[in-house]
């Protein structure tokens, strides 16, 4: 039991890893677009998440289909990561501020981004407990 999570868990890290990378690549070209971070960061958590779980259903869990199709896990799952990524981008945000304020030019030029990857962990533990309750339980 206990190895199986750690498996998946070690996978869902991989999966989420390229989902970051597409999320990140995306928040990075808005944000030269000159887009508010907040703004960046939900339309680019979109477009990771809606990666992430098309992989990890094929690559990390058992989806069980009793209850509820794919379909309708899907949306469920974009539901929850809605609120994720709004509460998410608060923080973004929030973080965004306090970093630019700094008397620290590097961080200053690079607030939006620290932001994003200070948020990164948690989203991402959040993300996998509820993904794995979705596809597994329900």
Do not use: H
Not at 48 to 56: A, I, N
Not at 119 to 138: A, S
């Amino acid at each position: 039991m206990i190895k199986k999570l750690f498996i998946q868990a070690i996978k869902f890290v991989g999966i989420s890893g390229i989902g970051w990378l597409i999320d990140f690549g995306v928040f990075t070209v808005l944000g030269l677009f000159g887009i508010p971070s907040w703004i960046c960061n939900i339309i680019s958590s979109l477009c990771g998440v809606t990666f992430v779980f098309f992989v990890s259903t094929r690559k990390t869990f058992e989806v069980s289909l009793k209850r509820l199709t794919l379909r309708q896990k899907y949306v469920i799952y974009v539901l929850f990561e809605i609120i994720i990524i709004l509460v998410a981008s608060r923080f973004v945000g929030k973080l965004d501020s306090i970093f630019s304020a700094m008397d620290i030019e590097l961080l200053k030029k690079f607030a939006a981004i620290a932001a994003k990857i200070c948020v990164t962990p948690f989203t991402m533990l959040i993300n996998f407990i509820f993904m794995k309750f979705l596809t597994e339980k329900v």
